[in-house]
């Protein structure tokens, strides 16, 4: 008895590793749910971090249980960090799945493709049809059947502190190179005679600020050439856009070799303490500002540059998806909770509490017609998407990228590192 | 208490009892074994099965389609080859074992050293310094990450700015988790200092069981106290070195939380992986879980083989 108590032990050490890691993946199953709607249901949403309002949330859960009796709906709230092998493994199993889900919209083409999600393209006319926006259609569908419907795009502008620019005599920038002569003026000058200040705060984790520098320049993360995925960060485009980045985070930024993912995601912060003359963010980043610098009439706002300053430059498009799990017990039920999503309530609440765009154009007005609204529209108007391919957020979760511009944020070698990251990319992309 | 008494009942009379078939008879009595069976029951269906579940996916091509219901194929030893052929693996491997017997062998060091410090203490001492030790194994991973990640922190960590003040100009707003050698050094330390309690209580424990009396007998004999260390410290509590080591070795090389957690600070996943985080990364992240199987098993192997030489001989030992 000792002796196998021990031994147990011992074998209980080696095992855990091996058997903790597996007894997160339970027994995939897809049939067995319900297409009714008199069942009453329990249903769970799951919605991402600062997507949807409060008082969105509040509207969705009453009306949804005021129109069915005896059914509730429960919203969880999840991060962005590591939801992609949390949805990997929730999603397999009806006991374990939320029956609706938003995905991030660079995630949704990897769920659709691997048959994680129900086919809502029955009900497309009914959630918007043409008027839903197109390039999240694109990354919500697979083999032409549309299985995770656009939820809300959002895009990044430049916030700036108008009396900086002011003391130094500086102008908004009209090309990329003029933006980081203006960061490297404010850096140098310093106006605050902060010990922290930097330019324009743009932290090297932050991958998908970046992306607008990329993209603006023309490039591409991946191509697709005859049906094979091929990395693009080694393009001459891609090349180009990171040299003017390396060049400002030498001269115009200190903040390239910030690498915690949570400072990354409030840039609004170093700001709000006078530490940063620009920040690259959202326009609901807006009511993180503090109340004073806005008061002041101290902040403004312009749309991210163009290489040559003929145009407006392409960020990064932002945004989800909303799905219905394969698994899910209670599809009748989640198909007309997803309408209530779509309905003109819960889609203005987008613009008028969160700031993003809904995903059905018709309701976007309700964004209003002031200076913010009309810059961030533009944005999102001129916003480029991660590539549309199957295994996309497998890449994301290697962090291919994401390691790339943490290491291009200090001033490693970009020639090099884009060649590995190429390589690694177009060997995930390309894997069945 | 209930196998003595039901023993008693079919032996009846008194002479059997001295007899030497004893033994025998105790072995036909299936009571043990009935009493042993839910304990195996839930050891099989804990562990039995996902291990199993884990040795099957090894040779499957098992990536997200089937996870989400596609029949999984058998690839006999492809995974396997993909692995081995992978250099980021070796790399990996190499990280790992260098951090495991790194941090097992100064856990050890020092957790011994501290415990032959206790047994030198007065006594309000030693409890003080034993519950601040028990405190420090009792707090939960997370909590004493987000301390030290604050400790470590670029801009308002305490060791910046104590390392700035001492004169060293470049330690001003140093990012310790961007570089893969003062990532490791950071999680070393967090690992050591969670570790170290456990090895000092159960070393306090056995070093107090010695017999006083032959260590005065070897002070008589003129032997100085490394000495005594030497050859009657250690050959006594010998057992719970051998069993502590393993269960260190075991515990640093599957090393997860404490790395997985810093390197969403740090930004440099590929070069501070280590093989938990690696096989994390293969399969859940990258939906290759017949990849993240055979890795695991390799990693499995890789733990027997460091551990064998002491589990034989902690098992030879356990018999005596």
């Known amino acids: 008895m000792k002796e196998l108590s021990r031994r147990g032990l011992l074998g209980l050490g080696g095992a855990l590793g091996a058997a903790a890691l597996l007894s997160a993946c339970g027994e995939a199953s897809g049939s067995a749910s319900s297409d009714s709607l008199s069942t009453p249901a329990k249903l769970r949403v799951w919605f991402m971090k600062d997507s949807v309002s409060d008082k969105a949330q509040a509207w969705l859960k009453q009306e949804f249980e005021n129109k069915f009796q005896g059914s509730t709906l429960t919203i969880e709230q999840q991060e962005w960090d590591g939801i992609v092998p949390k949805l990997q493994t929730a999603l397999a199993s009806p006991e374990s799945t939320p029956d609706i889900i938003e995905l991030g919209n660079t995630q949704a083409p990897t769920f659709c493709a691997v048959g994680a999600l129900a086919d809502l393209s029955g009900m497309k006319e009914e959630l918007g049809g043409a008027n839903l926006t197109k390039s999240l259609v694109e990354l919500g569908s697979f083999e032409n059947k549309m299985y995770a419907a656009p939820f809300y795009a959002g895009s990044r502008i430049v916030f700036y502190r108008k009396d900086m620019f002011q003391k130094l005599g500086l102008a908004i920038p009209k090309t990329i190179d003029e933006l980081t002569a203006v960061a490297t003026k404010i850096q140098t000058g310093n106006p605050e005679k902060n010990a922290h200040f930097s330019g324009m705060f743009l932290p090297g984790i932050s991958s998908q600020s970046a992306f607008a520098w990329v993209f603006s320049n023309g490039g591409r993360l991946a191509v697709q050439k005859d049906g094979k995925w091929e990395g693009g960060l080694s393009s001459p485009e891609s090349q180009k856009a990171i040299a003017q980045l390396q060049q400002l985070w030498t001269t115009g930024s200190t903040t390239g070799t910030i690498t915690d993912s949570t400072i990354g995601s409030q840039p609004y912060t170093a700001f709000n303490t006078g530490e940063a003359g620009m920040f690259f963010g959202f326009n609901f980043h807006l009511k993180k500002i503090k109340k004073e610098l806005l008061d002041a009439g101290k902040v403004g706002y312009f749309n991210f540059p163009s290489p040559k300053g003929d145009a407006v430059g392409n960020p990064f498009a932002g945004g989800s998806n909303v799905a219905i799990s394969n698994n899910s017990k209670a599809r009748g039920l989640a198909k007309e909770a997803l309408k209530l999503i779509f309905s003109k309530p819960f889609q203005e609440f987008f613009a008028t509490e969160g700031g993003w765009v809904p995903g059905n154009l018709n309701y976007a007005a309700a964004l209003g017609q002031d200076e913010l609204s009309k810059v961030t529209i533009e944005a999102v108007r001129n916003s480029v998407g991660t590539p549309a391919a199957k295994n996309w957020a497998l890449v994301e979760s290697a962090k291919v990228v994401d390691d790339f511009f943490v290491a291009m944020g200090a001033l490693k070698d970009p020639v090099g590192l884009a060649k590995t990251a190429d390589a690694k990319m177009t060997e995930i992309l390309n894997s069945k | ?320």
């Open chain 2, 1 to 320: 208490m209930t196998v003595t008494s039901t023993r008693a009942k079919p032996e009846g009379t008194l002479p059997d009892r001295t007899e030497p078939a004893a033994p025998r008879k105790r072995r036909r009595n299936p009571l043990p074994y009935i009493l042993l069976l839910p304990a195996v029951l839930i050891v099989l269906v804990d562990m039995g099965y996902p291990l199993l579940r884990q040795i099957t996916m090894a040779f499957q091509h098992f990536s997200l389609e089937q996870q989400f219901g596609k029949p999984a194929e058998f690839v006999g030893l492809d995974n396997f080859t993909r692995v081995l052929g992978d250099s980021a693996f070796w790399l990996t491997l190499g990280r790992s074992l260098a951090f495991c017997l790194v941090c097992a062998a100064l856990t050890m060091a020092i957790g011994i050293g501290g415990a032959l410090l206790l047994t030198k203490l007065s006594r309000p001492v030693s409890v003080f310094v034993q519950a601040a030790m028990l405190l420090a194994w009792a707090m939960p991973v997370l909590s004493s990450l987000q301390v030290f990640q604050w400790i470590f922190d670029s801009r308002s960590g305490v060791v910046d700015w104590t390392l700035a003040g001492l004169g060293m100009q470049g330690m001003a707003g140093y990012n310790w988790f961007s570089n893969p050698l003062t990532f490791f050094a950071v999680a070393a330390i967090l690992v050591i200092w969670m570790s170290v309690p456990l090895v000092v209580f159960m070393v306090y424990a056995s070093v107090t069981q010695i017999d006083e009396s032959m260590l005065e007998a070897s002070t008589l004999d003129g032997a100085n106290g490394w000495k005594q260390f030497r050859e009657i410290t250690v050959p006594t509590i010998a057992p719970v070195l051998l069993l502590v080591t393993i269960l260190e070795i075991i515990w640093d090389l599957r090393v997860f939380t404490q790395i997985f957690i810093l390197q969403k600070n740090g930004g440099i996943t590929e070069q501070t992986n280590v093989l938990g985080t690696y096989v994390y990364q293969v399969g859940l992240s990258g939906g290759d879980y017949g990849v993240a199987s055979a890795t695991a098993l390799i990693m499995l192997l890789i733990t027997l083989l460091l551990t064998w030489r002491y589990v034989t001989q902690f098992l030879k030992q356990g018999e005596v």
